[in-house]
């Protein structure tokens, strides 16, 4: 803030700066001489301090500069060695120059500018001397050189300054500072940025830019300083931060924002708006709807709702003929609206005219074309004759009896009215004459069938299909072979092989219906196809059994199992050395309580043939073939494979050893064979299989299944697919799902 200094004041600077440069002057003279000045400097200098010009709101002391006046060195007057300096001088207090200051802006003083002749260190005391009404300012570190304040209210500031130098108090040096509140700063409006617009879209404006650098509270006034020729819009909330306008024509729009701080206006600034002239107008488009026929007598209505325009504007409508048959006497009503309407009088074709208007063009004209005709008689469906069908069996139908008295062409729908429950199968082809479907259940399926003729659809017609099952045949029991059994020797029966020429379901019926005396054996799950029971006495066991397919009972069936006291036959003993626990397999040890290993019965006693083709058991007395190899060529191998069936025929008509009766071993008379000393390899995933050990032994020839054949081809074999064909068949499927 700078201090302003009066003509006057400038004039009384001048003499304090003279008495100022006195003292420095005295300093030099004899002690008497100085002593003398100094009285001379208190009667002087006893008024206020002045100030002039700063750039600060700190008060400093005037500049010292060489004042003409001081005496020189050589003049000083001689000073008397002897006479002691006993005086003490007052000090003289400096409180700075007067100035402008501004309120709520923190003031130093500096009373640095205080003298004391004898050198000694000053005390300081500042006060004021007067503020201004509603000041209530205070003097912060007034005992220092440099005290400072924050003036609260406008008007003059009187302060004093009183020094002391330990003994003597100056006279009181004061300065008036003059407060004022600080200028205003004028706030700046920004109305936006120049934009382009279009006529008819509204427009906002924002002056969010604008800004006051006191932060003071900005109203807003905005207004038109250019429109186009004819425009008609007004701004709305002009007196607002975001005022709009809508722009009615083509045209330079300039709007001008000044704003206030609640003490001055801002200088105005402009935004300049181009509207994009507005776009050509688009032809409407006319949709007349489509054509049809139509009968003589009976209204047709049209339907021009399809019409487009692109910018949107209100369509108008007109509609008119084109051209109608000869003799037409029909008009067109609400011929301006789009869904006119009219009544052909007489047969051919009426050619309707649309033509819109979107309120400044017309459109292209759209027809559209109805033929006429006299009133058309519907059409008569004939769906066919009844039929009994057969469940599963295709049924055709057929509607060439259908006709339509106009010999218009007709068109066929055909669809089931109503089905049996359960009921899966499907109409097909239904809409040609000769739909079909096939029955999946019994009972009546009625379907129905509709025809047309282009003009109207005719009554339905319908036909029934009652379906039906064949006629059922009886189903045949089967017991299964007669049977020798063992006392005690779980028996098991089988009645799998029970028919019914229907295929149907069959259910089982098993009782025994002899048994022997004393007998107390039951027959278990006798409704399953293999029950079982066990013989608790010697003697013949009778059992019946009787199916049924749903509806009718078999004839009976029976089968004679023939029980015997314990084994009939020589049993070879399985070579089996090791026992095994019941719960995970592992080898345990043999302690005679039933496993194989514990009994050692009849071992292995085979006798090959002079000439190497057969092998006798002793045990047993069978007499076995040698070798496997049916195909002769000296090697057992996937080629001398062959099914069940084709084992029983090439064993009944072998002819070895000059015997001819040689038949299939039954599953038991083969199972003799097996020794369990064997190993099995069902892990091994090796080609050589010299290092494996067989189930059977060393007397027969015999092999491993083959992977491949000699040619390295797949044979579909494992190494443990070395099975032997026997006489008796599974009730179920082997592994490969084959039943030999």
Wanted: include cysteine; aromatic fraction near 8%.
């Amino acid at each position: 803030m700078t201090l302003h200094l009066s003509q006057n004041q400038k004039s009384h600077d001048m003499t304090s700066e003279f008495w100022g440069y006195s003292l420095i002057c005295l300093q030099r003279i004899r002690l008497i001489l100085y002593f003398i000045a100094m009285l001379s400097l208190l009667s002087a200098c006893g008024g206020k301090s002045t100030s002039e010009t700063s750039t600060s709101t700190d008060i400093q002391q005037p500049s010292e500069e060489t004042d003409p006046t001081d005496t020189p060195e050589d003049t000083d007057t001689p000073e008397d060695s002897n006479t002691p300096n006993t005086v003490n001088t007052s000090p003289e207090a400096n409180a700075g120059l007067d100035g402008t200051i501004t309120v709520g802006e923190q003031v130093t003083l500096d009373g640095s500018g205080s003298l004391d002749a004898d050198g000694d260190e000053l005390e300081f005391l500042w006060s004021f001397a007067s503020v201004p009404g509603g000041g209530n300012s205070t003097l912060l570190n007034s005992t220092t050189a440099t005290p400072s304040f924050t003036p609260s209210a406008p008007g003059n500031y009187i302060i004093r300054l009183f020094v002391f130098d330990g003994t003597l108090k100056s006279l009181p040096s004061t300065i008036t500072l003059t407060s004022s509140y600080p200028p205003f700063t004028r706030p700046v409006a920004n109305a936006g940025s120049d934009r382009i617009i279009t006529v008819g879209t509204p427009v906002g404006l924002d002056g969010t830019g604008s800004s006051d650098a006191e932060g003071d509270t900005l109203t807003y006034l905005w207004e038109f300083t250019s429109t186009p020729s004819g425009n008609t819009s007004q701004l709305l909330n002009a007196t607002t931060v975001f005022p709009a306008f809508t722009p009615t024509v083509s045209g330079e729009y300039i709007v001008q924002l000044i704003v206030n701080d609640g003490e001055v206006d801002s200088l105005p600034d402009t935004v300049t708006f181009s509207p994009l002239p507005t776009p050509p107008n688009a032809v409407p488009i006319a949709n007349a709807g489509a054509g049809g026929n139509a009968t003589v007598g009976v209204i047709v209505n049209l339907d021009g709702t399809g019409s487009t325009d692109d910018d949107g504007d209100t369509l108008t409508y007109l509609w008119s003929f084109a051209s109608t048959p000869s003799g037409n006497t029909s008009t067109l009503l609400n011929a301006t609206t789009p869904t006119p309407l009219f009544t052909a009088t007489v047969i051919g074709d009426y050619v309707a005219q649309l033509i819109i208007n979107d309120g400044t063009v017309n459109s292209i004209a759209d027809t559209v074309t109805f033929t006429a005709s006299l009133l058309d008689s519907p059409p008569v469906a004939n769906a066919g004759s009844n039929q009994n069908a057969t469940v599963g069996v295709l049924v055709n139908l057929d509607g060439t009896g259908s006709s339509d008295a106009d010999e218009d062409t007709i068109t066929y729908l055909w669809s089931f009215a109503s089905t049996p429950n359960g009921n899966s199968s499907s109409l097909l082809n239904t809409t040609t004459t000769a739909p079909f479907f096939t029955p999946s259940v019994q009972g009546d399926y009625v379907v129905q069938l509709i025809v047309n003729d282009g003009q109207s659809d005719s009554e339905k017609s319908t036909v029934t299909i009652t379906s039906s099952f064949l006629p059922n045949e009886i189903p045949v029991a089967n017991a299964g072979t007669d049977q020798n059994a063992t006392v005690g020797i779980l028996v098991n029966l089988d009645g799998s092989n029970s028919t019914d020429a229907d295929a149907d379901t069959l259910t089982y019926s098993w009782i025994l219906i002899a048994v022997p005396i004393g007998n107390t054996s039951t027959l278990l799950d006798t409704t399953t196809s293999a029950p079982s029971f066990t013989p608790s006495v010697l003697g013949d066991y009778v059992i019946q059994l009787i199916v049924n397919d749903g509806t009718t009972d078999s004839n009976t069936s029976t089968v004679t199992i023939s029980s015997f006291n314990g084994v009939n036959y020589p049993i070879v003993d399985t070579n089996q050395k090791d026992c095994f626990d019941s719960t995970f397999g592992n080898v345990t040890l043999c302690t005679g309580a039933g496993h194989d290993a514990d009994y050692s019965g009849n071992q292995p006693n085979y006798v090959v043939s002079a000439n190497g083709t057969t092998v006798r058991d002793n045990i047993t007395s069978l007499t076995w073939q040698q070798s496997s190899d049916s195909n002769g060529n000296g090697s057992v191998d996937y080629a001398d494979k062959m099914p069940q069936s084709d084992a029983v025929i090439y064993c009944d008509s072998l002819t070895l050893d000059s015997r001819s009766d040689w038949r299939l071993p039954s599953i038991k008379e083969a199972y003799s064979l097996i020794l369990f000393s064997g190993k099995d390899p069902s892990d091994f995933l090796g080609s050589d299989t010299s290092s494996l050990t067989i189930f059977i032994h060393h007397a027969f020839d015999r092999a491993f299944g083959d992977t491949t054949t000699t040619a390295g081809i797949n044979a579909g074999d494992r190494i443990i697919d070395g099975q032997y064909a026997s006489s008796t068949t599974y009730d179920d499927a082997t592994m490969i799902n084959d039943n030999e």
